[in-house]
């Protein structure tokens, strides 16, 4: 095997651990919090948050990084518009993953101090999960774009 197609294998699977695991955990946590089930709630936003540290967090990084080198390798510049559009729905993803993080972790914490203390989950919380969603859904979306983009490589100019 050569060295592209090796560094593609691994871009592909990293991008489809990546969006896979980003949308199990939405679908989980979606469920959990409309369960209005404390216990659930602190269990699956706990999970939730483990899975981003260990698969969305590393593949996060290794997509661009192996992105970069298959564009390099394949003699595409990051001027190349399908590259470029990709490369900025990425960003844009990011922008939109990075605090969806740090609601993750307050819902967490929020989550495990009511089950702890037996008592209801904050108002903060239901906003934070609106929230949460609502950043989810146009990331999800850039994220099915760069998958087209990547497949299809586009011809056209801006």
Not at 78 to 96: D, E, N, Q
Not at 100 to 107: F, R
Not at 134 to 149: D, E, K, Q, R, S
Request: proline fraction near 6%; aromatic fraction near 18%; glycine fraction near 6%.
């Amino acid at each position: 095997m050569n060295t592209y197609l090796l560094i593609k294998w691994i871009h592909i699977l990293s991008s489809v651990l990546m969006v896979g695991t980003g949308f199990g955990s939405a679908y989980f946590m979606f469920f959990a919090n409309r369960s209005q089930n404390v216990a659930t709630q602190a269990m699956v936003s706990r999970l939730v948050v483990r899975a981003d540290w260990w698969f969305t967090t590393p593949t996060a990084l290794i997509q661009p990084a192996t992105g970069l080198w298959l564009a390099h390798l394949a003699g595409w510049p990051l001027s190349t518009p399908w590259v470029a559009l990709s490369l900025a729905l990425f960003v844009f993803a990011g922008l939109c993953w990075l605090p969806v993080v740090w609601l993750q972790l307050q819902m967490a914490a929020m989550a495990r101090q009511a089950l702890a203390t037996s008592t209801p989950l904050p108002a903060r919380y239901g906003r934070y999960a609106r929230w949460w969603e609502a950043l989810g859904y146009p990331a999800f979306v850039a994220m099915v774009g760069i998958f087209f983009l990547m497949v299809t490589k586009p011809v056209y100019s801006f």
